[in-house]
Structure formats: C-alpha cells, structure tokens
C-alpha cells in the first residue's frame, strides 16, 4: 500500500513558476514509477509527466514537456514537478500516482492516487 500526498499548489500568475511536491508513504518508493496528472474543470483527467523507477527515464506531455521537469528523491520519498511559463491553460487539479510498473502515462495504469492540490494560473 502506498499512501501519497501532494503539496505546492498555489495561485500563480502567468509566466510564474512553481514546484509540486508528492510525499509517499512506505519503504518501497524507490520501486514504482511516479506519474503526474491533471484534471481542469469539464474536462477528463490528463497525463502530464512521469518518471520511471527503473532508469528514471521521464515522459511528459507535449504541452509541457519544454518548460516542465518531474524529478524524484528516493531517500525523501518524493516526487516533484516544476513548471516554468505557467499559462492559464495549465490550471487544474494536479494529482500524483505511482505503480510499480516500469512505465506509465496512462491514468488506467497507475494503482496509486493522490488527494490533488490545486494550481491556478491567472492571466
């Protein structure tokens, strides 16, 4: 079981960046590959970056992927996502997930959910 807990949500103007943090609980961490996902208002749940227990290879989303890095701390138990040139556009709940599996980007693949912290971009 992996109980996980995100932080770092703020009120952000555009432009402004900021570092999310995801804090896990158990010995295992270093064994599940971390996943970071957004949900905006009306809209569906999307992926944005992950990295890999395995290699620590990183995948991101298209829209992020220039501006955005997800990096771990295995002896913290933490996951991090910092994001540059936040545009309005990147509001939205931000949820961290892990799964054992080597990799992930999809929201079905992930076992493990965290609560959200919610980012607002203003324009």
């Known amino acids: 079981q992996v109980q996980l807990v995100e932080s770092g949500g703020k009120l952000v103007q555009a432009g402004g960046s900021l570092r999310l943090s995801c804090a896990a609980s158990g010995r295992t961490f270093s064994s599940y590959t971390m996943g970071w996902f957004r949900q905006a208002p009306g809209k569906e749940r999307e992926f944005v970056a992950a990295?890999?227990?395995?290699?620590?290879?990183?995948y991101y989303v298209d829209s992020v992927k220039d501006r955005s890095t997800i990096s771990r701390d295995n002896a913290k138990n933490t996951v991090y996502l910092e994001m540059h040139s936040l545009k309005p556009e990147d509001t939205a709940v931000y949820y961290c997930?892990?799964?054992?599996?080597?990799?992930?980007?999809?929201?079905?693949?992930?076992?493990?959910w965290g609560q959200g912290t919610q980012v607002t971009v203003s324009s």
């Open positions: 990295i890999s227990w395995s290699d620590l290879s990183t």
């Open positions: 997930a892990a799964d054992p599996r080597p990799i992930a980007t999809k929201t079905t693949e992930y076992t493990y």
